[in-house]
């Protein structure tokens, strides 16, 4: 029976679903202070935002959560209201944080033609909601300029992209992953082809009435909740100074108020900074949220901390194809699916210094390992690595990446990241094993050879990589690098958290006064799909130290499955085989390399950068 009394209908309810314009949630909130039963629980189907103070805006679930003092879950996706009444098929997606009160709500709205999908990311359901509005009046301006549906897709694309962006400014630490809901990418689209945004604006178009006429010509005087919504975001974009970041979005805003012709979209879209120059970490997020959901793959796939010095399409194609598991199990699977995983030149492998091959050869010369990184960096956790990447346009404003040369090189090695291996318990972690030692870490410099234009064809020749590898041993005493670094992972203990890391480093600092002159080496592979055995490897006996809290803060780390921890992720010792490994023999110590006057000078090659 239905209740006209707000009041009366609320007030012995154990959960409450608001489901009005956002305009009157503040209003509906007073009505309800005070009488309804404290343990009750909320859940907004409501699209939109409101106006909060210093210029900002307000997600409608936290007004309702502060003003009641309830808990407050939302409902959003692709549910087209016709569509559902008639129990035509459809998804939907919940954002609840409280994992009591999740599997209630589903159970509650569930039904065989209506299903469920729950997600902790209460934030980023709820903002897609709001901002997908304002990507259907950008359609439907192209639908009445009769644009075509290229047009059409372009603008929401770039609509997307747009969204993801404000999540990733505004809200960090929502997840990806979140997107590729119905939420997400499905109300999207539905709404640019079947919505009333996209319909009144093509009307706007083609009529020249304005907003208001047809609210009440076609929505009997309802509210269009695009163009308010465009206008509040906005509101906050301007005073923060921050409309040039999401230009789309202010262009529909201005095509609304009557500042823009719809005609100028046009020029919008194809002016749009997604052309002309994509950063490298949107660009790498591109690429691995259209090869799935749950992104937690990398060219190096047991990288669990991964700093990215360069971009190529390519790699991140192969970066998103390898999915593996560290288990005896899974392991033996990989070469299943990749032949060299099987193949004579594995990696890892034991080290014993009793049976390697002394050999004179030249040091390993580190190019620029003292230049300070450009910066700032971005630490994020995708549950499967944490990278830290330096953006494209400021890699450009550098001629040269640091590289290395000399050893069994007969190339120069350009970089091309760093990631560390660690063990759940102090006496596992590392990799190789040294002298029938495992060291609780391991870390990785991967370099190219500069012959090879990526990492890709690299990969297809014996001498496509080489990679130095350093051994961090229990200490006392600290890095200062590692310290600040672990400071930051920290924050992003979650899966999908990110961190601005606003200090720099150098390599050599990360480094230390570790003795580089002494080494071993030794032809092998990858330690991971595809296992290609390209790889020259170059191991340094002398360890770095690492103290108990800093290992125990990369231990911290989830890999996004409930429960679970980044830990023992090293793969298991390979057959050494008819392989030598060489050791290089030092009879006196070469000139180390040195800092002059804010000058790299290598004495022994004559560089000077």
């Given at each position: 029976?239905?209740?006209?009394?707000?009041?009366?209908?609320?007030?012995?309810?154990?959960?409450?679903?608001?489901?009005?314009?956002?305009?009157?949630?503040?209003?509906?909130?007073?009505?309800?202070?005070?009488?309804?039963?404290?343990?009750?629980?909320?859940?907004?189907?409501?699209?939109?935002?409101?106006?909060?103070?210093?210029?900002?805006?307000?997600?409608?679930?936290?007004?309702?959560?502060?003003?009641?003092?309830?808990?407050?879950?939302?409902?959003?996706?692709?549910?087209?209201?016709?569509?559902?009444?008639?129990?035509?098929?459809?998804?939907?997606?919940?954002?609840?944080?409280?994992?009591?009160?999740?599997?209630?709500?589903?159970?509650?709205?569930?039904?065989?033609?209506?299903?469920?999908?729950?997600?902790?990311?209460?934030?980023?359901?709820?903002?897609?909601?709001?901002?997908?509005?304002?990507?259907?009046?950008?359609?439907?301006?192209?639908?009445?300029?009769?644009?075509?549906?290229?047009?059409?897709?372009?603008?929401?694309?770039?609509?997307?992209?747009?969204?993801?962006?404000?999540?990733?400014?505004?809200?960090?630490?929502?997840?990806?992953?979140?997107?590729?809901?119905?939420?997400?990418?499905?109300?999207?689209?539905?709404?640019?082809?079947?919505?009333?945004?996209?319909?009144?604006?093509?009307?706007?178009?083609?009529?020249?009435?304005?907003?208001?006429?047809?609210?009440?010509?076609?929505?009997?005087?309802?509210?269009?909740?695009?163009?308010?919504?465009?206008?509040?975001?906005?509101?906050?974009?301007?005073?923060?100074?921050?409309?040039?970041?999401?230009?789309?979005?202010?262009?529909?805003?201005?095509?609304?108020?009557?500042?823009?012709?719809?005609?100028?979209?046009?020029?919008?879209?194809?002016?749009?900074?997604e052309h002309i120059d994509t950063p490298q970490l949107q660009l790498k997020a591109n690429f691995?949220?259209?090869?799935?959901?749950?992104?937690?793959?990398?060219?190096?796939?047991?990288?669990?901390?991964?700093?990215?010095?360069?971009?190529?399409?390519?790699?991140?194609?192969?970066?998103?194809?390898?999915?593996?598991?560290?288990?005896?199990?899974?392991?033996?699977?990989?070469?299943?699916?990749?032949?060299?995983?099987?193949?004579?030149?594995?990696?890892?492998?034991?080290?014993?210094?009793?049976?390697?091959?002394?050999?004179?050869?030249?040091?390993?010369?580190?190019?620029?390992?003292?230049?300070?990184?450009?910066?700032?960096?971005?630490?994020?956790?995708?549950?499967?690595?944490?990278?830290?990447?330096?953006?494209?346009?400021?890699?450009?404003?550098?001629?040269?990446?640091?590289?290395?040369?000399?050893?069994?090189?007969?190339?120069?090695?350009?970089?091309?990241?760093?990631?560390?291996?660690?063990?759940?318990?102090?006496?596992?972690?590392?990799?190789?094993?040294?002298?029938?030692?495992?060291?609780?870490?391991?870390?990785?410099?991967?370099?190219?050879?500069?012959?090879?234009?990526?990492?890709?064809?690299?990969?297809?020749?014996?001498?496509?990589?080489?990679?130095?590898?350093?051994?961090?041993?229990?200490?006392?005493?600290?890095?200062?690098?590692?310290?600040?670094?672990?400071?930051?992972?920290?924050?992003i203990e979650d899966y999908n958290k990110t961190v601005l890391l606003n200090s720099t480093f150098?390599?050599?600092?990360?480094?230390?006064?570790?003795?580089?002159?002494?080494?071993?080496?030794?032809?092998?592979?990858?330690?991971?799909?595809?296992?290609?055995?390209?790889?020259?490897?170059?191991?340094?006996?002398?360890?770095?130290?690492?103290?108990?809290?800093?290992?125990?803060?990369?231990?911290?780390?989830?890999?996004?499955?409930?429960?679970?921890?980044?830990?023992?992720?090293?793969?298991?010792?390979?057959?050494?085989?008819?392989?030598?490994?060489?050791?290089?023999?030092?009879?006196?110590?070469?000139?180390?390399?040195?800092?002059?006057?804010?000058?790299?000078?290598?004495?022994?090659?004559?560089?000077?950068?």
């Open positions: 029976v239905a209740v006209p009394d707000l009041v009366e209908a609320g007030k012995d309810a154990d959960y409450l679903i608001f489901v009005v314009p956002h305009q009157f949630v503040r209003g509906l909130c007073a009505t309800l202070l005070g009488k309804i039963k404290p343990t009750a629980v909320a859940l907004s189907l409501i699209k939109g935002f409101d106006i909060a103070e210093g210029g900002g805006i307000d997600l409608i679930s936290h007004i309702i959560t502060r003003h009641l003092q309830i808990p407050c879950a939302v409902l959003m996706g692709a549910n087209l209201a016709n569509e559902v009444a008639e129990e035509k098929f459809c998804e939907t997606t919940i954002g609840c944080k409280d994992k009591k009160i999740a599997p209630i709500l589903r159970d509650m709205m569930q039904a065989d033609y209506f299903r469920v999908v729950v997600v902790d990311d209460e934030d980023a359901v709820e903002v897609c909601g709001a901002l997908k509005n304002i990507v259907a009046c950008g359609a439907g301006f192209v639908d009445g300029l009769s644009l075509g549906d290229n047009t059409k897709a372009a603008v929401i694309r770039l609509g997307l992209m747009e969204m993801i962006r404000f999540v990733e400014v505004f809200y960090p630490g929502s997840k990806l992953s979140t997107f590729f809901e119905s939420c997400g990418v499905a109300d999207l689209i539905t709404t640019c082809y079947g919505g009333r945004n996209r319909k009144v604006s093509e009307a706007f178009v083609k009529t020249g009435k304005s907003i208001k006429d047809l609210e009440t010509e076609m929505l009997n005087g309802q509210k269009l909740q695009g163009p308010i919504t465009a206008e509040e975001v906005n509101f906050m974009l301007k005073n923060k100074k921050m409309e040039e970041k999401f230009p789309l979005f202010t262009a529909i805003h201005r095509i609304c108020i009557g500042e823009l012709k719809a005609s100028e979209l046009i020029n919008c879209i194809r002016n749009h900074p691995r949220q259209l090869n799935g959901i749950n992104y937690r793959s990398n060219i190096f796939e047991d990288v669990i901390f991964v700093i990215v010095f360069e971009l190529n399409p390519v790699r991140v194609w192969l970066e998103t194809q390898c999915r593996f598991g560290y288990s005896r199990a899974e392991q033996r699977r990989w070469s299943r699916h990749h032949q060299e995983c099987a193949g004579k030149y594995q990696s890892p492998i034991a080290i014993f210094s009793s049976k390697t091959v002394p050999l004179t050869m030249p040091a390993i010369e580190m190019v620029g390992y003292h230049n300070l990184l450009p910066g700032p960096l971005l630490i994020h956790n995708n549950g499967h690595s944490v990278s830290m990447s330096v953006p494209k346009d400021v890699l450009k404003k550098h001629e040269r990446l640091p590289y290395i040369f000399g050893g069994k090189l007969h190339d120069e090695y350009e970089i091309e990241g760093l990631h560390f291996h660690w063990g759940d318990k102090n006496n596992r972690g590392s990799e190789h094993l040294l002298n029938d030692i495992r060291y609780p870490m391991e870390m990785h410099i991967i370099h190219r050879n500069r012959r090879y234009a990526t990492v890709p064809e690299a990969l297809k020749h014996e001498d496509g990589l080489c990679v130095l590898g350093f051994f961090y041993q229990l200490s006392e005493h600290e890095s200062d690098v590692l310290t600040n670094i672990v400071r930051n992972i920290s924050y150098s390599l050599s600092s990360l480094l230390g006064n570790i003795d580089t002159d002494r080494f071993y080496t030794y032809r092998g592979s990858l330690t991971t799909p595809p296992c290609s055995e390209a790889v020259r490897w170059v191991l340094f006996p002398d360890t770095l130290p690492l103290s108990i809290a800093q290992i125990s803060a990369f231990r911290q780390l989830s890999n996004g499955i409930e429960g679970s921890v980044l830990v023992d992720n090293y793969r298991a010792l390979q057959p050494i085989g008819n392989r030598r490994v060489f050791q290089r023999k030092v009879n006196t110590k070469n000139t180390k390399l040195s800092v002059m006057n804010n000058e790299i000078h290598y004495s022994k090659w004559n560089w000077i950068f």
